[in-house]
């Protein structure tokens, strides 16, 4: 093979993987409708209080963490719930599908059987643990046809079978809620070890705009009308 030939198939080569790459859809991943994707983040962002927080799966995508269960209707899914840095639980509420949150600890998730940390095999900390967390369950329920989609801004739309869960987060009194997903496992010293994850740029959040961000608008809008005023008696 010369050095053409060679170089040809390095780029086919390298195209399949790429294309593989965007195509494959996460095992798990959550999505906020209405929210702004965070490009930085990569974090699904809202600013409302009370919205529909969409926890997907499916069988059919990439696999996130060791992956060694396979997903079924009666699979437990756990959604981490997690406070800024230093920010006192009871400062505020959030409840996930009419409940209300209490269990937090301060750590890494999983929560274990046995809840006292450490805990096996934990999230890594993207930016967000060691925090006050907290975990809301739920089964995956009925499975739906060609209903799941990579919900990452670019993705060319393909559909997989899987699972759409909606969430009704309602918040008070905090500034900021990270929501991570996943499953896990136990092992004979009750610690609990992540299995299938969301991608960490498959997450989402409640974020408050901060005050000095509004300030800037308010006073961006207030010049934008000073101006359009003196053109006017201009």
């Not at 699972?163 to 918040?171: D, F, R, S």
Request: proline share 5%; hydrophobic share 40%.
């Amino acid at each position: 093979m010369n050095k053409k030939q060679l170089t040809n198939s390095l780029i086919g080569a390298l195209a399949l993987v790429f294309s593989s790459t965007a195509l494959a859809i996460p095992t798990l991943q959550l999505y906020t409708d209405g929210a702004n994707y965070d490009a930085t983040t990569q974090t699904w962002v809202t600013g409302d209080s009370s919205f529909t927080l969409q926890a997907l799966a499916t069988n059919e995508g990439s696999g996130q963490g060791k992956g060694s269960v396979p997903l079924t209707d009666s699979t437990e899914v756990f959604l981490s719930i997690a406070l800024a840095s230093g920010v006192d639980p009871s400062a505020g509420s959030v409840s996930v599908n009419g409940v209300n949150i209490t269990n937090y600890l301060f750590g890494i998730p999983p929560i274990g059987l046995d809840p006292t940390p450490p805990n096996n095999d934990q999230l890594a900390p993207h930016g967000i643990f060691d925090t006050n967390f907290a975990e809301y369950s739920f089964l995956l329920g009925d499975s739906c046809l060609l209903c799941v989609a990579d919900q990452q801004p670019g993705s060319d739309g393909t559909l997989k079978d899987g699972w759409v869960n909606n969430l009704a987060v309602v918040i008070t009194g905090f500034d900021l809620v990270h929501f991570d997903l996943y499953t896990k496992t136990w092992d004979e010293d009750q610690y609990a070890s992540i299995d299938h994850f969301a991608p960490f740029s498959h997450d989402a959040e409640y974020q408050v705009s901060e005050p000095g961000s509004l300030a800037l608008f308010g006073i961006s809008l207030l010049a934008m009308g000073f101006a359009a005023r003196r053109r006017k008696f201009d």
